[in-house]
C-alpha cells in the first residue's frame, strides 16, 4: 500500500490533536530521511533543522541495529527517552518509524495511551 503525502501530513496533525503537550511529530523512512514532519503551533523547536535531520537518521541506523536482537528479545514494541527538556517517542511500523516528542512532566500513563492511539493511526505505514 502506497501512503500519500497528503495522507502523512493528515497522520501527522492527527498524532499532534492527540494532546496539548505534544511537540513535534514525524514519520521516517527506513534511510532515516524525514518524509512528513510538523512542530506543534506555539512550541519552540529545540533543535534546528540540521540537527534534527541528522537525529531522524540515526533514529533509522538505531532501528537496524535494533533488529540484529529481533530474534531472541521480540521485537520492539516502542521506544521512550526522557529528557530534562523533552521526552521522545518512537514507533515502528512496518516500513516507516514514527518519531514523537512532548513535554517531560506528562504523566506515564498518559504517555502509555498516546502511544497505544499512535500505533492505531500508523499501523497503515
Known amino acids: ?22 511537540r513535534f511529530a514525524a ?10 514532519a510538523i512542530m506543534q503551533a506555539g512550541k519552540t523547536n529545540l533543535k534546528s533543522q540540521r540537527e534534527e535531520e541528522h537525529f531522524c537518521k540515526q533514529v533509522a541506523q538505531r532501528r537496524a541495529m535494533r533488529k540484529e536482537f529481533d530474534r531472541s528479545l521480540g521485537k520492539v514494541r516502542y521506544i521512550h527517552v ?13 516500513r516507516n518509524t514514527v518519531y514523537f516528542t512532548m513535554e517531560p512532566e506528562m504523566p506515564i ?8 492511539k499512535i500505533k492505531r493511526i500508523t499501523s497503515t505505514l
Open 1 to 22: 500500500m502506497v501512503v500519500k503525502k497528503t495522507d502523512l501530513i493528515e497522520i501527522v496533525q492527527k498524532i499532534l490533536k492527540l494532546d496539548t503537550q505534544m
Open 82 to 94: 526522557e529528557r530534562e527538556k523533552v521526552s521522545q517517542m518512537v514507533i515502528y511500523t512496518k
Open 27 to 36: 514519520i521516517i523512512d527506513s534511510k532515516g530521511k524525514i518524509r512528513e
Open 109 to 116: 500513563n498518559t504517555k502509555i495511551r498516546l502511544i497505544t
